[in-house]
């Protein structure tokens, strides 16, 4: 009895659909991006400048040991905080205002202590780890300080631009998103002068050693 044969199938567009799904794929997939702490370095500059002096009441030096104990050194004053105080207290140096005359701050409204900062531009915050520090209490640290921060651009873009309705958060976020069909010359314009009226200036030295 002869065999019968056995039906081919016509694998000849197979390639082609396999390669029209994969295109499918990659356009109607958002590819997750994983979100870190915001760091920028200075640019690179061809003549070296002089060496900038600043004043200590302008430093807000942080310092975390190897048990995750916090110690501030701010305003001529030394203490131990709890990580639950560190934004208020950052909040209360980057908004001191205590600068007078060409440094006198605008829009800080703080207590104007004149042993501590003079206006947001010339506040820095310092940190110092040891190597040793827990590497949650690193990150913890970090969203506490740039959290002082936000709040301070958020009060000051409501203040610069109430008919928005949104926070400098908000506007920075819609910005960066692909999905946003507004004018984003325009948002980003305000974004930046929220920027440099509250620049980030933010230090972090090597980690101590055991």
Aim: glycine fraction near 6%; charge should be neutral; charged fraction near 30%.
């Amino acid at each position: 009895m002869a065999k019968r044969a056995a039906p081919e199938v016509n694998a000849g567009s197979m390639a082609d659909i396999a390669f029209l799904l994969l295109i499918f794929f990659l356009v109607t997939t958002d590819i997750a991006v994983d979100s870190g702490l915001n760091r920028k370095l200075p640019p690179m500059e061809e003549d070296k400048p002089d060496d900038v002096i600043i004043k200590e009441k302008n430093i807000f030096q942080l310092d975390v040991n190897r048990n995750n104990e916090l110690f501030l050194k701010t305003g001529g004053e030394e203490k131990i905080i709890k990580l639950e105080q560190l934004r208020e207290e950052a909040i209360a140096f980057l908004d001191n205002g205590g600068g007078t005359g060409d440094i006198a701050c605008q829009f800080c409204k703080g207590n104007k202590n004149p042993k501590s900062s003079d206006n947001f531009d010339k506040a820095i915050i310092s940190l110092q780890n040891d190597r040793l520090t827990k590497y949650a209490t690193y990150i913890a640290v970090q969203n506490e300080i740039l959290a002082a921060y936000n709040s301070l651009r958020d009060r000051e873009f409501k203040r610069a631009y109430p008919n928005l309705g949104m926070s400098y958060v908000e506007a920075n976020a819609l910005y960066k998103d692909p999905q946003y069909t507004g004018d984003k010359d325009k948002l980003k314009e305000k974004v930046e002068v929220i920027k440099k009226l509250i620049p980030q200036k933010f230090s972090e030295a090597e980690p101590k050693k055991n």
